[in-house]
């Protein structure tokens, strides 16, 4: 699944993070593999979180992402490693590919 988001910085008790929120079609789609998942094994996995293999630009990584706002957005954490490798700063527009796992 391919879709664009803004990267941004939130600060939290443990230190900064950057991320993107993930909404529309794209959040749909994430909510409908998650209780999919959940039926077929019977059970939700930590924070309701689901595993992806997340890509922007030449940077692919296995992580996950958490659902926010009764699963109508998801977040996706974008380590400082991918923002060096990519040259990512806060506020960029990226493309973000996304494989369900």
Not at 41 to 46: I, K
Not at 70 to 76: I, P, Q, S
């Amino acid at each position: 699944m391919a879709t664009n988001a803004t990267l941004r910085k939130w600060q939290g008790s443990r230190g900064t993070y950057h991320l993107v929120t993930l909404a529309g079609s794209a959040a749909e789609a994430i909510e409908m593999h998650e209780r999919l998942h959940r039926l077929e094994f019977g059970a939700r996995r930590g924070f309701g979180s689901v595993k992806v293999v997340a890509q922007i630009g030449e940077t692919a990584w296995k992580t996950s992402v958490f659902p926010q706002k009764g699963k109508t957005e998801w977040v996706l954490l974008v380590s400082k490693k991918v923002m060096r490798a990519e040259d990512l700063a806060e506020g960029d527009r990226i493309a973000l590919e996304l494989e369900l796992l």
